[in-house]
T-cell receptor
Framework: EDKVVQSPLSLVVHEGDTVTLNCSYEVTNFRSLLWYKQEKKAPTFLFMLTSSGIEKKSGRLSSILDKKELFSILNITATQTGDSAIYLCAVENQGGKLIFGQGTELSVKP | GAGVSQTPSNKVTEKGKYVELRCDPISGHTALYWYRQSLGQGPEFLIYFQGTGAADDSGLPNDRFFAVRPEGSVSTLKIQRTERGDSAVYLC??????????????FGPGTRLTVL
């Protein structure tokens, strides 16, 4: 059965800290891995990764994929209170279906 | 509007009733997806449409759940004889293409369904 596992499930840090969120997966017919940020209801897209070893960056956020070891990490540097959210990892299969992990709830304290 | 919209934003119903949840995808997006998210969990795939047809309905939990997209745009998720365990946030997403072409899915704000 396809599965995506995220760790940690929750994390509390202070502003300015750097955090690393983990995502491992076992999915047949892998197509891509995606990271989303969910603050209220709608997940908002962060990154899509398809190739190993190529880092994607957007401001203070970056992510990388390892297709041999079947995991990805999402890094956030110099965290701000506005980074507080649930971060979701999802793997897309060849059919276009997304399989989500359970999410990591990040809380950034002032 | 520019994004995916869903109505209603909240729905409270009684056990045994029938409900319909609506999704308006981004204009021009051919693929539409329904997910269900329970508290503390990631979204769980239910069904996706390519155009008017259901390309994959393997996530529908049982035959009380049904979805349609008759004109290839708006979709309605229908739940018959609701049960308390159906309470969740129902999310809709759309993408320009589908079928494993790696296109980003844009999510709507969801409908929070509460079955009393």
């Amino acid at each position: 059965e396809d599965k995506v596992v995220q760790s940690p499930l929750s994390l509390v840090v202070h502003e300015g800290d750097t955090v690393t969120l983990n995502c491992s997966y076992e999915v047949t017919n892998f197509r891509s891995l995606l990271w989303y940020k969910q603050e209220k209801k709608a997940p908002t897209f962060l990154f899509m990764l398809t190739s190993s070893g190529i880092e994607k960056k957007s401001g203070r956020l970056s992510s990388i994929l390892d297709k041999k070891e079947l995991f990805s990490i999402l890094n956030i540097t110099a965290t701000q209170t506005g980074d507080s959210a649930i971060y979701l990892c999802a793997v897309e299969n060849q059919g276009g279906k997304l399989i989500f992990g359970q999410g990591t709830e990040l809380s950034v304290k002032p | 509007g520019a994004g995916v919209s869903q109505t209603p934003s909240n729905k409270v119903t009684e056990k045994g009733k029938y409900v319909e949840l609506r999704c308006d995808p981004i204009s021009g997006h051919t693929a539409l997806y329904w997910y269900r998210q329970s508290l503390g969990q990631g979204p769980e795939f239910l069904i996706y449409f390519q155009g008017t047809g259901a390309a994959d309905d393997s996530g529908l939990p049982n035959d009380r759940f049904f979805a349609v997209r008759p004109e290839g745009s708006v979709s309605t998720l229908k739940i018959q004889r609701t049960e308390r365990g159906d309470s969740a946030v129902y999310l809709c997403a759309s993408s320009l293409l589908a079928g494993g072409r790696g296109n980003e899915q844009f999510f709507g704000p969801g409908t929070r369904l509460t079955v009393l």
